[in-house]
């Protein structure tokens, strides 16, 4: 019997993995729920959206694959797995498939298949709109951040927990 596939996309491997890298850093290592472990993958337009969460904090990468594609697709992967396989590909084009309920990654000699979670499982992340925007250097950013030292971690105290930023412009 043949699977019947439903996406099939050649992109760069560097690309993926770099975006890959940074948000599995987020996956939820308590295994308190298990899901979080995952990180999602949404193509649309030549475009990966990947987004990890462990319910306090969010991190999405978007990246352009630079490939023209009409492929539309979103699954759920294990985040750490996926990670560690793209980070032993070497540079240049993958092939990502999805087939049923399984992802087959290929490049050249190297085949590897990773099993699907269920993608209604996820956390909806919900997006904030914000009222104002302001930008500033990684610099300025962590220049702020110096103050972190009088953050509580009380969590019966969680209006201490954090730091306020505030712009007067």
Known sequence: IKESIIMNITIPAEALADAVNKV????????????????????????FKVTATDLEMTVIQVVNTGVAASETASFLVHGRIFSDILKTLEKGELTLEIKENKLHISQKNSVFDLALADLDEYPEIKEVKADSVFSMTSAELLSLLKVSYAMSSDETRPGLNGICLASND
Not at 25 to 40: H, W
Request: net charge negative; hydrophobic share 55%; glycine share 4%.
């Open 24 to 47: 599995a850093a987020v996956t939820d290592r308590t295994r308190l729920l298990l899901i979080l472990a995952n990180i999602k993958i949404d193509i649309e337009d030549g475009f």
